[in-house]
Nanobody, 130 residues
Framework: QVQLAESGGASVQAGGSLRLSCEAS????????MGWFRQTPGKEREGVAA???????????YADSVKGRFTISQDNTNKKVMYLQMDTLKPEDTAMYYC????????????????????WGQGTQVTVSS
């Protein structure tokens, strides 16, 4: 069975940086979509970034709110490890961050749709203070 584990969340000042990691165990498939979502109390889970790795190479996707500040990547030697480099953090980035996996489909236009992802981590908290 697939399990996902996030790490790297912390409390930082605005303008700072963090790198989140997500490590998967079990069969993650090929041509899959791995994503980062975030959620604050009372709000829906929001897609932050996703990455496709398959026949078409590696393709990243980003929410407009994080473009130019966040970078999603996979480990060069271990495709089961995914990162989210977060720079120039803002207070509005404060949230619980989750990684997610769709084993069987590429990301495409629905990359930010949470219900398509079958596997989720427990989350890691990011708090950005002004």
């Amino acid at each position: 069975q697939v399990q996902l584990a996030e790490s790297g969340g912390a409390s930082v000042q605005a303008g700072g940086s963090l790198r989140l990691s997500c490590e998967a165990s079990g069969p993650i498939g090929s041509g899959n979509c791995m994503g980062w979502f975030r959620q604050t109390p009372g709000k829906e889970r929001e897609g932050v970034a996703a990455i496709y790795r398959g026949d078409r190479g590696i393709i990243p996707y980003y929410a407009d709110s994080v473009k130019g500040r966040f970078t999603i990547s996979q480990d060069n030697t271990n495709k089961k490890v995914m990162y989210l480099q977060m720079d120039t953090l803002k207070p509005e980035d404060t949230a619980m961050y989750y990684c997610a996996l769709d084993r069987f489909s590429g990301c495409g236009s629905t990359w930010s749709t949470s219900r398509r992802f079958s596997f989720w981590g427990q989350g890691t908290q990011v708090t950005v203070s002004s």
